[in-house]
Each structure stands twice: as structure tokens, then as C-alpha cells.
């Protein structure tokens, strides 16, 4: 009874669970240059580089040999609902986060349990997502946020809780489930928040000190630039004050530039005419100074954001052929359903150069081709009184999980779905701060999915440099909300169906080369690393949040069998490696 009593006490304090007693290797600390220049056999940062890829240059698993990959070892969370973090590792430290806020830290050659941290959160609290997105890390130290609004700086070696720093506060709807960023130093984050009237922001705190360096804010103040965007007298005049643009997922960055590259969500309310103009930052990706915080460029994906079509995800930053040159630049499918090719130049400035749809779009009428600014079919715009149906639904050509880029095949692959579509009606709402203030009462959303469709779920591969797709998996009784690795073994990987295989395809043509069916469904992203030469695939199976959601709508409209329309619930560290 007293060890449970001790168990509670330091649960609560946010003090690390330490029960391992073997020693491993002395701990590689985390630089810039580690950073910029990762090694092949870690995962250092939650999309494996600064620049977004998801891709592992090792390639000891390969086309020719991955249908032999057999299970290294599991490790259970011993948390439900929906683990969205990769595996970090360096070394044979692997560090996994989960909902509810715990980091536990892993052997990545054994699976045994070297520390577990469990945060102290509020017992009245009360959040939209449950869910984490990763830890960062710098120096000798982990960092993770938290949904009470914290970011944690962590020993790595030990777990135990160095500083805490309030980023937002959960009571106004400002919780975090993004994975921070380590640059420079730095550590950025940005809190959720659109749906509760939330002005999105990211914040850089001093790694070594928890303290703050800067705050940005996506929503610019009156005589800021580009407050012009938001109305400046009348009824809404103090819609930026609430106006969303949540940066809830983490961003990329350049190092040879050292330009930051952030995506910022949905404006709040959903619905553009209770906030009227052009509303940036939200919908945009922002070039941002690390130093600083300093806004240097923008690009509006679309104006007046009313479709709950957030840009959370930040482009990837590669180079492409484009009339025979070759473009420094920026590639994103986005939740609107259009994949775009800008350019990013030295100074943060972002130039349009293509965009087309990738899943069925109904509300673009129109795209300028110099500036990619679109203009709208009216009856898909829903509005304050105004009921619209319009595709995709909310969640978008592509939500949260990760698109993956090979650099040797030129392609990048998407996690996408297609064939949704959803109607909404908009109603001014009292604002009350830490409660639902989309505009709409969440009863009162409307969702189906073409019942003639041949697919819902897909994998895309698109050629970046001629703008064309490649090849694609089609999925006809799933949703697909599963992040992609792309591997040099000529290989990609991922889960992000009901049906709770992960699995293997040849990168150059999708052909099915392996599968293995989980605990739960997937929607962790995949990572890879290497320990002492031998090549490892880690990811993170455990069904929860919008993915459980919209699979059960789903399924209710079109009577999938009671095993795919119910996925088991329960996280699981999956680890596979070939046979020596």
C-alpha cells in the first residue's frame, strides 16, 4: 500500500518511474550539426530530417528481402485511444510518447523499459484530442508538450523533469498535441485551439532553461502587417482577436537558409463571414527567422478559410525540375485536396508555381496560375445561415498524418482519401472561453461518402518534378490516416487502416511486398534505425481520436462488417528486423 502511495505521489509530481538497472552505451548528445546532418541509423526528429522527408536512408531491408521481416520485439503502452508519435531514437535510446501525456523510454535492441514519465494533468481537464505527436530532442534532453499547455524538458538518460514552461492555458482551449521542434537551441512549439477561439501562436523556449525567446502570432493585431486582412470596423472588427490559425503540428526548417517553415489551421469561427477578408495567416504556410520569430514570407493556400480546411502540415522542402531548372522548393498535398509546387527563396518569399487537385474538390472554381489564389463555386461556401455541401469533407484531402519523399525515385507519396463530402450551416455562438465556438453545434455536421465509390482510402505517388502521379494503392473499405516512410531499400511503409496491417510496398511501382496484421489500427508514423549495422522498422499501432470517428461514420452508412467498422483499442511498439 505505501509503494502505491509512493507510486501516486510521484506520478502526480511528474517524476519519472525508473526500473531498469542495466547500463547502456554513455548517451550521444544532440547537436545542430546532428540535427542538420542525421545520421543514417537514427531517428532523430519526428519526420527523420529537418526538411520533412520521412525518409531512412538505410536500405539493408529491401524489395527483394523485406517479405522476411519477422517481429524484433513489442513493447504495450498500457494507454488506449490514439498514438500519433513516432519512435525517436538515438543510439539504443528510443523514446515513444502517448495520449495522456507519458514518454516512455525504450532499449531500441531489446524493448525493455528503461524510464517512464508520467505528467501530472489537471483532473478537470477537459480537451478535443487526447493524443501526442512526438518528443524533440537537444543536448543531453527530451522535450515534450503536453495538453495542459506545458512543454517538459527531460534528461534523457533518466527521465527525470528538468523544467516546465506554460505555453498556452487548456482552460481557454490552448492544449498542445503537436511535437516540438529543436532548432538552434530552441525549442518551438505552437498549441490547438480553432475550434475554442484560440489566436494560434508559436512560441521558442531556451532549451537549456525553459524559458521563453519568442512569440509569434499567425493572426496579426491591428496595425500589424497584414491586420488589413481582418475587418477593421463593424460588427466583426474584433474577430483576429479570436480568429484560430492554430500552428498545431510541428514545422520544418531549412538549415542552409535558416528560414523555419510553419503551417498554420482554420480560422475560428469555421465560417468566413462572421470574420470577412482575406484572414492571414490562417490557411498559409509562414517562412519564419528561428532567432527571432520574425514573419519573412507567406502563401494562402485559400482565403477566408469556412471549410475547416486547416494548413497545419508545413510543406517539404525539396528541389525540383521545372522547365529545365532546377527550383529550390516546396511540395505539399493539402487538406483542401490540391498539391502545390512553390518555390522558396533565400530571403523567406514563397512564389507560386502549380497546384491541381489530387481527391474529388467541389469548391474551387478557379485558380490564378500566377498566383494560385482561387475563387469559389457560391453554393459550396457555407455560411452564417447558410447551409453548404461541399468536398472534401473537414478532414480533408489529407489530415495530420505525413506525406514521405524519396529523393533517388523522385517521388512523394501520399496518405490520401477521397470520396467524402460534408454539409454545414453556420450560427453565431456565444463565446465562452475554453468551449466549443466553431459556429456550429457538432450534432448538427452533416458527413457521408459516395456509396458508388470504388475507394475511399488511397496511397499516391506523384513524380515532383514532372507533376504527375506515378502509381496508387487504392483502399475500398478503409479510410487511410497513415503517416508514410519511404526508405533507400526501395521501400515504403505504413498502417492507417481498419483492418490493422502494416505493410510493406515496392516504392517504384506500389506492388503489395509485405503486411502483418497489428493489435489496432495505425496512425503512428514509421521510423527506422540501425543498431550495430542490423536495420530496424519501429511503429506505433493504437486506434483512436478522428481516425476511430470517421471510420464509424463510415461504416454506419455503408454497413462494413463488425471488424473493420469496430478496430481494437490498445498501443503496442511494434519493432520488425530481418532474420540474421
Known sequence: MKLLKLYRYLALAGIAIVPFSGALADYNSVTADRLANPEPENWLMQKGNYLGWMHSPLDQINASNVANLKVAWTFGTGVDSGHEAPAIVNG??????????????????????????????????????NTNRGVALWGDMVFTSALDGTMNGLDAKTGELIWRTWVGDWKVGAYITSGPL????????????????????????DAETGEEVWRTYSVPAPGEPNSDTWAQEGEWADSWMRGGGSMWMPGNYDPEADILYWGVGN?????GDQRPGDNLYVASVLAMNPDTGEILGHFQYHWNDSWDWAAMNAPTLLDYERDGQTVRGLVSPQRNGYMYWLTREADGTMNYV??????????????????????????????????????????????????????????????????????????????????????????????????NADYYGQIQAWNVHTGEPAWNVDYPESMNWGSILSTAGGVIFLGGTNDRYFRAYDAT????????????????????????????IAVVSGWGVDARVQNEI?????????????????GEVWVFTLDD
Request: aromatic fraction near 12%; proline fraction near 9%; include cysteine.
Open 92 to 129: 539504443r535510446y528510443m523514446y515513444v510518447t502517448t495520449p495522456y501525456n507519458q514518454v516512455i523510454a525504450l532499449d531500441a535492441g531489446t524493448g525493455e523499459l528503461l524510464w517512464r514519465y508520467k505528467h501530472p494533468l489537471p483532473e478537470d481537464l477537459s480537451v478535443l484530442h
Open 267 to 271: 480560422g475560428s469561427p469555421w465560417f
Open 182 to 205: 529543436a532548432v538552434k537551441g530552441k525549442v518551438m512549439v505552437g498549441p490547438s485551439g480553432g475550434e475554442y477561439g484560440v489566436r494560434g501562436f508559436l512560441q521558442a523556449l
Open 554 to 570: 463510415i461504416a454506419n452508412q455503408l454497413g462494413w462488417r463488425p471488424d473493420l467498422a469496430d478496430v481494437p483499442k490498445g
Open 509 to 536: 511501382s506500389g506492388e503489395l511486398l509485405w503486411q502483418i496484421r497489428t493489435n489496432s489500427g495505425i496512425i503512428s508514423p514509421p521510423s527506422s534505425y540501425a543498431i550495430d549495422g542490423k536495420q530496424y
Open 354 to 451: 502549380h497546384s491541381l487537385p489530387y481527391v474529388k474538390q467541389d469548391v474551387f472554381a478557379s485558380v490564378d496560375p500566377v498566383t494560385g489564389r482561387p475563387t469559389y463555386n457560391a453554393e459550396h461556401i457555407p455560411g452564417t445561415g447558410k447551409r453548404a455541401e461541399y468536398c472534401p469533407s473537414l478532414w480533408g484531402g489529407k489530415d495530420w498524418p505525413y506525406e514521405a519523399y524519396n529523393p533517388v525515385t523522385g517521388l512523394m507519396y501520399v496518405p490520401a482519401n477521397d470520396h467524402h463530402c460534408m454539409a454545414i450551416e453556420g450560427k453565431v455562438m456565444e463565446y465562452i472561453p475554453g468551449q466549443w465556438w466553431a459556429g456550429v453545434d457538432i450534432p448538427d455536421i452533416e458527413f457521408w461518402v459516395d456509396e
